[in-house]
């Protein structure tokens, strides 16, 4: 069974400034896929970036990048030009190969300062 | 649209009652998963059917139940309800091989008064 942790509970970031949000995850398996979900206030589940294990380079979606430390299972979320509407809850999950299950960690609350 | 649908988006019903959720998946997505977020907690797994078959099991209540019928929606089944029950509850399907994303519909917030 994997684990995932999030151990800081909230962030704030000043706008157009980068903030880095921590994800430390544990699995024995060698095939996994890690997740960063955002959840604004409408609670919607809103997939931010993905990242395939096997793969090497650093997911990139716009102005989201991931650093995937593999041996330190670490995958942290950066977030660069910080837009108001970025505050949002964020969660970092895992899951092990295909259709199976997302384990969540607890999630990180990250408030944008005008 | 997601296309993951949850009915219904809002409930309320009184403690004892018993609720029954609704999820349609993703057009070709054989996997549903279901999650339950208390307030300000993160996604607890309930339980995940695939095709038609339960394929994993979480921290599900014995009150609770689910299943997955031949057009691939899903019901979750919630019974003697609790005050303690009150959360959002997420359904999720992927597609498994085809990609490895997970959509999530935008849940059932149950409030049990």
């Known amino acids: 069974a994997q684990t995932v942790t999030q151990s800081q509970p909230e962030m704030s970031v000043q706008e157009a400034e980068t903030v880095t949000l921590s994800c430390t995850y544990d699995t024995s398996e060698s095939d996994y896929y890690l997740f960063w979900y955002k959840q604004p206030p409408s609670r919607q589940m809103i997939l931010v970036i993905r990242?395939?294990?096997?793969?090497?380079q650093n997911a990139t979606e716009n102005r989201f990048s991931v650093n995937f430390q593999k041996a330190a299972k670490s995958f942290s979320l950066k977030i660069s030009d910080s837009q108001l509407g970025d505050a949002a809850m964020y969660f970092c999950?895992?899951?092990?190969?295909?259709?199976?299950?997302?384990?969540f960690g607890k999630g990180i609350t990250l408030s944008v300062r005008p | 649209d997601s296309g993951v649908t949850q009915t219904p988006k809002h409930l309320i019903t009184a403690t004892g009652q018993r609720v029954t959720l609704r999820c349609s998946p993703r057009s070709g997505d054989l996997s549903v998963y279901w999650y339950q977020q208390s307030l300000d907690q993160g996604l607890q797994f309930l339980i995940q059917?695939?095709?038609?078959?339960?394929?994993a099991k979480g921290n599900i209540l014995e009150r609770f139940s689910a299943q997955q019928f031949p057009d691939l929606h899903s019901e979750l089944n919630l019974s003697s309800l609790e005050l303690g029950d009150s959360a959002l509850y997420f359904c999720?399907?992927?597609?498994?091989?085809?990609?490895?994303?997970?959509?999530f519909g935008s849940g059932t917030r149950l409030t049990v008064v």
């Open positions: 999950a895992c899951a092990t190969g295909a259709n199976s299950k997302l384990t």
């Open positions: 059917y695939y095709n038609g078959e339960e394929r």
């Open positions: 990242q395939e294990a096997y793969k090497q």
């Open positions: 999720a399907s992927s597609g498994g091989l085809r990609d490895y994303g997970y959509t």
